[in-house]
């Protein structure tokens, strides 16, 4: 297996599942968003209000292409990156890709306290995150190899049903 690929809106668990799911396949684990913070010195935060969600974009797309031509890695990607075209297909092509789905109930409650979401810093959060799911969500399922429910679930059971489902995937 190339790589894993997790996909999802934010506060679907991408982070802490790809961790887990990196040291069971025995892989390196890398998230998008923290590569972009280590390449640039900055936080997304401080990218989005300097140069706007679509500076952020911009990176984003870079980092998402450097890490697809990758091997052996579990990629955590942030949620706004199945948006370009241009990610999609390098997303299908760097490996198999797993859709961790939460609703938007779930996104709300784990995203809530987190001050590092430029996305969210607005008055009704949960209306931006129904928002983004009816954008991103046929995205997510349209190159997701997997899609996984992560509602109410502990990470290691998540983890479990993602190393089942993907020894039973055909060869692509």
């Not at 190339?2 to 990196?22: D, F, H, Q």
């Not at 129904?130 to 983890?159: K, N």
Request: charged share 30%; net charge neutral; hydrophobic share 40%.
């Amino acid at each position: 297996m190339r790589n894993v690929i997790l996909v999802g809106p934010m506060g679907s668990g991408k982070s802490t599942i790809g961790r887990l799911l990196a040291k069971e396949l025995r892989l390196t684990f890398k998230d998008s968003d923290k590569e972009i913070e280590q390449r640039t010195g900055a936080d997304i935060p401080w990218i989005f209000d300097v140069e706007g969600e679509a500076g952020f974009r911009e990176r984003e797309q870079a980092m998402i292409g450097e890490l697809c031509a990758s091997d052996g890695i579990v990629l955590a990607t942030g949620g706004g990156a199945v948006l370009r075209p241009e990610n999609r297909i390098a997303l299908r092509a760097g490996g198999r890709i797993v859709y961790l789905h939460a609703s938007v109930a779930q996104q709300l409650e784990r995203t809530s306290r987190d001050r590092n979401r430029p996305l969210l810093r607005a008055a009704d959060p949960g209306r931006v995150l129904s928002d983004l799911m009816l954008i991103r969500d046929p995205l997510y399922r349209e190159i997701a190899d997997l899609v996984v429910e992560t509602d109410e679930r502990p990470p290691r059971m998540v983890v479990e049903e993602i190393l089942d489902r993907l020894h039973m995937l055909p060869p692509r």
